[in-house]
């Protein structure tokens, strides 16, 4: 086959294959594929939320976060509205908005999650060392305390003096 | 006081300084309980903040609006799924002795995610577009939520005791459970009802 004969096929192959992109992009999304998205999203943001709950309990302040997530919320609410009343681009365009968002929020509190654990590990050592420091401290001082306080008895009851006492019965 | 008592009143007191020194490692270790009851506040609002002046003699494409508001007392933050939902007279409610949500389909839902011990809050505005009256029975075809239309297709029959066609607005609160991963409904609703006499044939 000559090189002109194929560059021919070449072009109209392409022409084609982009006609067909076209005509899938113009022509809307289906039922199924805004049913996925859905799920998709429902999904995204979930783990999203899960994680941000993990993060909070290992100390983060997560109020970034949960504004983040009222925003992938309220995607998420437009998309399934959308998605009843039969309007599956728009179902498929919130879904996707609310998806990114939950990735975005997942990332976050994943790594929020790892500072605080840091934080708090450092934290619960410091305080560990200072209470273990502190009941040495008081071991040590109440036994000094102790010793101190049974020389000093001993002396005082030493140089007290014995009385007579009188018995004219 | 003798010299045994001295030592045993020494001791005490060292054991409660050792206890207060063990405190603050104690309560980052140990997670105590908060002992309170465990529920979430949900309610609605008239436009004026307080639980008075609610829409009731509703016109045709006429705006309201109310609040809606939750407060979380779950000792966690929480995922909140809010549906609005739209019925006549007979249409069911949620059973509440049961724990059972009505049956009747969802028109707008709001998502919020609320700390423990926080509150959210935002408006519900509303508008009755299309609706019509024939005889003694009314018919409420479309309704706008947040300027989203619904199309409810609700008839309603003249109520004799009260003299009105009458319809509620109710919303469910739902809860996202994360072990069963999906929303479980709370057993908390609230609604206003509206009389649909006034400018609406």
Redesign the interface.
Request: with cysteine; aromatic share 12%; glycine share 6%.
């Given at each position: 086959m000559s090189v002109p004969k194929v560059s021919c096929i070449l072009l109209i192959f392409v022409f084609a294959a982009s006609s067909l992109f076209l005509v899938a992009a113009v022509s809307g999304f289906s039922e199924s594929e805004a049913t996925l998205a859905s799920n998709d999203a429902d999904g995204t943001v979930?783990s999203a939320?899960?994680a941000?709950?993990k993060a909070?309990k290992a100390g983060a302040n997560?109020?970034d976060l949960?504004t983040r997530?009222?925003e992938?919320?309220?995607f998420?609410?437009q998309a399934?509205?959308a998605y009843?009343?039969g309007d599956f681009d728009g179902a498929i365009r919130a879904a996707n908005l609310a998806r990114s968002i939950g990735e975005e929020v997942q990332n976050a509190a994943d790594s929020l999650e790892v500072l605080a654990r840091g934080e708090?590990q450092q934290?619960?050592l410091f305080?560990?060392l200072?209470?273990i420091a502190?009941?040495v401290l008081?071991?040590l001082g109440?036994f000094w305390?102790?010793r101190v306080?049974?020389r000093r008895?001993h002396e005082r009851v030493l140089k007290m003096k014995p009385e007579v006492a009188s018995n004219e019965s | 006081m003798n010299l045994n008592e001295y030592r045993m009143a020494f001791a005490a007191v060292s054991l409660i300084l050792i206890l207060l020194a063990t405190v603050p490692t104690l309560n980052l270790v140990l997670s105590f309980p908060s002992g309170s009851a465990q529920f979430s506040e949900f309610w609605v609002l008239g436009p004026n903040h307080v639980m008075a002046d609610y829409p009731f003699n509703v016109q045709l494409n006429k705006p309201y609006q109310v609040f809606v508001g939750v407060r979380n007392r779950m000792d966690s933050t929480l995922h909140y799924l809010i549906y609005v939902k739209f019925r006549n007279q007979t249409q069911p409610l949620p059973d509440p002795l049961n724990s059972v949500p009505s049956s009747l389909p969802p028109l707008y839902e709001y998502h919020a995610y609320v700390k423990d011990e926080g509150t959210w809050e935002t408006p519900l505005a509303f508008s009755i577009l299309s609706a019509s009256r024939t005889g003694t029975s009314a018919s409420v075809s479309d309704i706008s939520i947040n300027d989203v239309v619904f199309s409810v297709n609700s008839s309603t029959i003249w109520d004799t005791e009260r003299n009105g066609f009458r319809y509620e607005i109710f919303l469910e609160l739902w809860l996202y459970n994360a072990t069963l991963m999906s929303f479980q409904y709370h057993n908390r609703f609230v609604g206003f009802w509206l009389n649909m006499t006034s400018g609406s044939a």
């Amino acid at each position: 086959m000559s090189v002109p004969k194929v560059s021919c096929i070449l072009l109209i192959f392409v022409f084609a294959a982009s006609s067909l992109f076209l005509v899938a992009a113009v022509s809307g999304f289906s039922e199924s594929e805004a049913t996925l998205a859905s799920n998709d999203a429902d999904g995204t943001v979930a783990s999203a939320y899960t994680a941000t709950l993990k993060a909070e309990k290992a100390g983060a302040n997560v109020s970034d976060l949960l504004t983040r997530l009222d925003e992938a919320g309220e995607f998420l609410a437009q998309a399934n509205m959308a998605y009843r009343s039969g309007d599956f681009d728009g179902a498929i365009r919130a879904a996707n908005l609310a998806r990114s968002i939950g990735e975005e929020v997942q990332n976050a509190a994943d790594s929020l999650e790892v500072l605080a654990r840091g934080e708090s590990q450092q934290r619960l050592l410091f305080t560990l060392l200072g209470s273990i420091a502190s009941v040495v401290l008081i071991v040590l001082g109440s036994f000094w305390g102790w010793r101190v306080f049974k020389r000093r008895y001993h002396e005082r009851v030493l140089k007290m003096k014995p009385e007579v006492a009188s018995n004219e019965s | 006081m003798n010299l045994n008592e001295y030592r045993m009143a020494f001791a005490a007191v060292s054991l409660i300084l050792i206890l207060l020194a063990t405190v603050p490692t104690l309560n980052l270790v140990l997670s105590f309980p908060s002992g309170s009851a465990q529920f979430s506040e949900f309610w609605v609002l008239g436009p004026n903040h307080v639980m008075a002046d609610y829409p009731f003699n509703v016109q045709l494409n006429k705006p309201y609006q109310v609040f809606v508001g939750v407060r979380n007392r779950m000792d966690s933050t929480l995922h909140y799924l809010i549906y609005v939902k739209f019925r006549n007279q007979t249409q069911p409610l949620p059973d509440p002795l049961n724990s059972v949500p009505s049956s009747l389909p969802p028109l707008y839902e709001y998502h919020a995610y609320v700390k423990d011990e926080g509150t959210w809050e935002t408006p519900l505005a509303f508008s009755i577009l299309s609706a019509s009256r024939t005889g003694t029975s009314a018919s409420v075809s479309d309704i706008s939520i947040n300027d989203v239309v619904f199309s409810v297709n609700s008839s309603t029959i003249w109520d004799t005791e009260r003299n009105g066609f009458r319809y509620e607005i109710f919303l469910e609160l739902w809860l996202y459970n994360a072990t069963l991963m999906s929303f479980q409904y709370h057993n908390r609703f609230v609604g206003f009802w509206l009389n649909m006499t006034s400018g609406s044939a």
